[in-house]
């Protein structure tokens, strides 16, 4: 947002990073999991993009750092796609390992690896958990292999959890019957963000950004407010939407933000078939091997020029998946 925007509404900071809006759901969700990752189990928090989730996955790391009864590793790799096995057990070793990390020697050996980190989780006395952010693009033989891992470790006393976070595609794609040695092991949350707190958000997300004496009703109109939550979904959305309306308002000179300014700026096009897709973790290649069909049928899917009878089978196959439409 426009600095001159913020000045001229009396807000102090823009809407992104505002601070920690929790609702009972995040709670239960964090609770959940931190008791879940202490006893040996592959773990899924799935959730829509913009929902939250890496600050939800902060939470989580905050409190078991905080608990101290697990020994947390994470993978900082960027490219999951890329991702294979070998660099998630050398996040292991980087995070495990005691002293400095410019120390740390991983056998190249795959055999001897496995063996040592075997022996160094074993020195830890705590079950460990392997955090993965983005996991929805993790290769199916990375997921068999982790749960392989998990088992070897097993063998040895050694409890071994996996912490995967990512799109619905994620879980989805864990439910598919050629999936089930992993799917049928694996605990899953669906993580809903704000949820039906959605109007309290946009209220509170106002209050925090407003500069001291500037009540939320000399920003944005109540119908406006209104307009946003219902509309909207996640904090992504709604925090974008907010910062079009306060700059569309600037322009017209409009104090507080009303509901045509709202209207103005919402997305026409934002629960339109694509964009629920890929709020979901689909693009047109992933799209293209969950329906087992042609990339040129999943572009006219979701252009809507593919014909009828065809549009009505894939629309079947994608809500038999698991995917809102």
Same mark, same amino acid.
């Given at each position: ?10 807000? #102090? ?16 969700? +964090?609770?959940?999991?931190? #008791?879940?990752?202490?006893? %040996? ?5 799935? %959730? ?18 905080? =608990? ?5 590793? &994470? ?13 998630? *057990? ?15 020697? *991983?056998? &190249?050996? #795959? ?19 392997? +955090?993965?952010?983005? =996991? ?9 292999? @982790? ?14 959890? +996996?912490? $995967?976070?990512?799109?619905?595609? @994620? ?22 963000? *704000? ?21 939320? =009703? ?30 569309? %308002?600037?322009?017209?000179? #409009?104090?507080? +933000? ?18 629920? $897709? ?10 293209? %091997? ?29 809500? =038999?998946?698991?995917?809102? $439409?």
């Amino acid at each position: 947002m426009l600095a001159d925007v913020q000045s001229s509404y009396g807000l #102090a900071r823009p809407f992104q990073g505002a601070g920690n809006f929790e609702t009972e759901h995040q709670r239960t969700i +964090v609770r959940e999991v931190c #008791a879940v990752v202490q006893t %040996g189990r592959l773990v899924v928090v799935s %959730g829509l993009v913009g929902s939250g989730k890496t600050h939800l996955l902060r939470r989580i790391e905050d409190e078991l750092a905080r =608990a101290g009864k697990v020994a947390v590793a &994470k993978s900082l790799a960027v490219d999951k796609r890329r991702t294979s096995l070998p660099s998630l *057990i050398e996040a292991l070793f980087y995070d495990l390992s005691p002293g400095d990390r410019a120390q740390v020697k *991983i056998p &190249k050996q #795959a055999e001897r690896r496995e063996r040592d980190l075997r022996d160094l989780m074993k020195k830890g006395k705590r079950p460990v958990v392997l +955090v993965v952010d983005e =996991a929805h693009d993790l290769h199916h033989k990375t997921l068999t292999g @982790l749960k392989r891992l998990m088992e070897v470790v097993a063998d040895a006393g050694v409890l071994l959890s +996996v912490l $995967l976070v990512g799109h619905p595609r @994620l879980r989805n794609d864990l439910r598919r019957p050629q999936m089930e040695e992993i799917g049928y092991r694996t605990t899953t949350f669906d993580y809903e963000g *704000i949820g039906a707190a959605r109007r309290d958000y946009v209220t509170w997300l106002l209050g925090a950004c407003a500069t001291e004496g500037v009540k939320v =009703a000399d920003l944005m109109d109540e119908d406006a407010i209104d307009l946003l939550a219902d509309r909207l979904r996640t904090p992504l959305q709604i925090e974008m939407h907010l910062t079009l309306a306060f700059e569309q %308002g600037f322009r017209m000179d #409009a104090r507080p +933000v009303t509901v045509g300014i709202v209207e103005q700026v919402l997305s026409r096009a934002i629960d339109d078939l694509e964009p629920t $897709l890929t709020r979901n973790g689909y693009d047109a290649s992933s799209l293209a %091997g969950q329906l087992n069909t042609r990339p040129s049928d999943v572009r006219a899917f979701l252009a809507g020029t593919l014909d009828p009878e065809r549009t009505q089978e894939l629309t079947e196959q994608l809500r =038999a998946a698991g995917v809102p $439409l």
